[in-house]
């Protein structure tokens, strides 16, 4: 069965940088949770249209829980039973945003009577009879011209023709006059409305931002580290509707009660607006959504830094993260960082534990040789699917990567290149287990080969069938320090122990 957390049924990552840690967090919406939100999509009105949101989360229990919520309001209400509540805050400013919102509705009335005003229609109707006049005298003007041409040959009427002329010239300035003692008193009332209407709208505006403000300043949210913003502190511009929306509201209220994000998704329901169609899924959106979710996510990231300084750092790899980016633009750890980083070695995808990351070619070149050498410690935790008989020893078997049977690794003692691993059992299924060299799935192959017994949730030698973990761990790492020359000696705790 499919995991819901299979990196190939990802379709989207909510992310952000960690204000704190200055690395990326990353939040899938997957096909599973997607599957939740259409079944929430059948019980759904569609007469208002908006966008709905669900979480997938976890408690320290292990039960799943699905939060639903939606943007804004729903049918009039903000808090409505079954769905998550919006952000806290908005009580406090309550009596403020009621006296806006009134002043708000008193300048929206007023913008509707200037903008209504009769002189606006009389002016528009006077000006279309004035310009058809006009239009009229122009023909019948230019028709007489055309007769006058035709009997200037006739000296004696030429003065005549003359006079004709400047009457035609002043009957079109006389209609102008009369057009402008009739247009030019309304024009004068509608640019004063108009200019009301202008200081108005800046009025409302003010009193808007002024309301946005104070309700920016008295929302706050809590990540999953246990801090708490308001969202003023987390952002220094926010459009209207910023903490409305449906991922800002899921996530404070899955951090404020312990609840771990699995996997959340967002979508639009009801009537089409603009280019939001129904049961679309969607991304955050850029300007209220992404800028938090920085915050938001912090304190979910299953990447613990063991160790860092300016020249390199050590990560707590988790159990089905790759190392770098695979073959499909998979999740890796690579990913989760802002910077630009060179893993030094790789863990399989499967295995979890230290993991060396370089922030400087020379440090890399610096550590690289140092495995090239083997001159770095590693040690490893697992549970095997049964006992075996020693206590230790080491297992001294060649690897070869079969072109006709990848991934898998076999003993091949004709091709295979020299593997060598120590190892000690701890107690009963527990080992240790120390590698000199570092083939690809060098542990795994021993303890499946050489020691007759696989490693617990090995799909490829062992006997796992289901979604269990690799039970494996690189517990411990030591070497020495590329700038410093300083030996350093990390350990982790081994997470299936």
């Not at 940088?17 to 990326?24: A, H």
């Not at 997938?56 to 769905?83: D, P, R, T």
Request: charged residues 25%; proline residues 5%; positive net charge.
């Amino acid at each position: 069965m499919r995991s819901q957390l299979d990196p190939d049924g990802v379709t989207y990552w909510y992310e952000g940088i960690c204000p704190n840690s200055n690395t990326l967090l990353r939040l899938p919406r997957t096909k599973f949770v997607e599957a939740i939100a259409r079944q929430l999509m059948q019980n759904l009105s569609a007469c208002e249209g908006k966008m709905y949101g669900v979480l997938l989360a976890q408690s320290a229990s292990g039960e799943q829980h699905i939060l639903k919520a939606f943007s804004g309001l729903l049918n009039g209400g903000s808090v409505v039973e079954g769905w998550v509540p919006p952000i806290p805050g908005r009580d406090r400013v309550q009596l403020e945003e009621a006296r806006t919102l009134t002043q708000l509705n008193s300048i929206q009335q007023q913008l509707i009577q200037l903008s209504c005003i009769p002189e606006r229609q009389q002016y528009k109707i006077l000006e279309t009879e004035y310009k058809q006049k006009l239009e009229q005298l122009s023909i019948l003007h230019h028709q007489r011209k055309l007769e006058r041409q035709q009997q200037r040959q006739n000296q004696d009427l030429a003065f005549e023709l003359d006079e004709q002329s400047k009457r035609d010239g002043i009957e079109k300035r006389n209609l102008k006059r009369e057009r402008d003692s009739h247009l030019i008193p309304l024009k004068q009332i509608i640019d004063q409305a108009n200019e009301q209407i202008r200081q108005l709208k800046q009025k409302r505006k003010r009193l808007s931002q002024q309301l946005q403000a104070q309700m920016h300043a008295s929302y706050r949210v809590t990540n999953f580290a246990g801090e708490t913003r308001s969202l003023s502190e987390l952002l220094t511009s926010m459009p209207t509707g910023t903490g409305e929306c449906c991922a800002p509201k899921l996530l404070h209220y899955a951090a404020t009660h312990d609840l771990k994000p699995i996997a959340m998704a967002e979508f639009w329901w009801g009537e089409p607006m603009g280019d939001k169609i129904p049961g679309q899924f969607y991304g955050a959106c850029v300007e209220r959504c992404q800028p938090m979710l920085g915050f938001l996510l912090a304190g979910t990231s299953s990447i613990e830094t063991v160790y860092q300084d300016d020249h390199l750092v050590v990560v707590n790899k988790p159990a089905g993260l790759l190392s770098v980016r695979g073959r499909y633009g998979q999740d890796c750890i690579l990913d989760r960082f802002s910077e630009p980083l060179i893993p030094v070695h790789r863990l399989d995808q499967d295995t979890s534990g230290l993991l060396i990351l370089a922030r400087d070619s020379h440090s890399y070149k610096h550590l690289s040789q140092q495995f090239e050498q083997r001159q770095i410690h590693k040690v490893y935790t697992a549970v095997l699917e049964k006992e075996i008989a020693e206590l230790e020893g080491q297992i001294d078997l060649p690897l070869w990567s079969d072109p006709s049977d990848r991934p898998k690794q076999k003993v091949n003692y004709q091709f295979g290149k020299p593997c060598l691993t120590y190892f000690r059992v701890l107690s009963s299924c527990q080992v240790e287990f120390r590698p000199i060299t570092g083939r690809t799935h060098q542990l795994r192959v021993h303890a499946a080969q050489g020691l007759g017994s696989a490693i617990v949730g090995d799909r490829l030698y062992g006997n796992s069938q289901g979604d269990q973990r690799l039970h494996l761990h690189a517990r411990d790492i030591r070497f020495t320090h590329p700038i410093t020359g300083e030996t350093i000696d990390l350990t982790t705790k081994t997470p299936f122990f």
